[in-house]
Nanobody
């Protein structure tokens, strides 16, 4: 079992920055793959960024160059640094984890473990 707790969301003006954190507790190997998803009202949940234990990361095209995903394996913590935020980045952001990317890459994503979400609101 893995428990995920996100923090760091909030309200910011366009062009601003936020840093999200997600602390994982429980079976470390069950969270070898960790990811950020987001879901805006009326829209599907989408993958934003992900990273595995070795540091290999992937990004949604529209956030490349603005967002950076990282993890501290000693602290079992996932981060998402978001710069140059745009109003269209506004959404509930969820941390997710699994042993691999297989379930998280499904459509819709069905990762085994999810956090409760943290709201990000970007005003123009």
């Amino acid at each position: 079992q893995v428990q995920l707790v996100e923090s760091g969301g909030g309200s910011v003006q366009a062009g601003g920055s936020l840093r999200l954190s997600c602390v994982a507790s429980g079976n470390r190997y069950a969270s070898a793959y960790m990811a950020w998803f987001r879901q805006a009202p009326g829209k599907k949940r989408e993958h934003v960024a992900s990273i595995d234990l070795y540091g290999t990361s992937t990004y949604l095209d529209v956030v490349k160059g603005r967002f950076t995903v990282s993890r501290d394996n000693d602290k079992n913590t996932l981060y998402l640094q978001m710069n140059s935020l745009k109003p269209e980045d506004s959404a509930m952001y969820y941390c997710a984890a699994d042993r691999s990317d297989v379930l998280c890459n499904a459509n819709p994503p069905v990762c085994n473990y999810w956090g409760q979400g943290t709201q990000v609101t970007v005003s123009s």
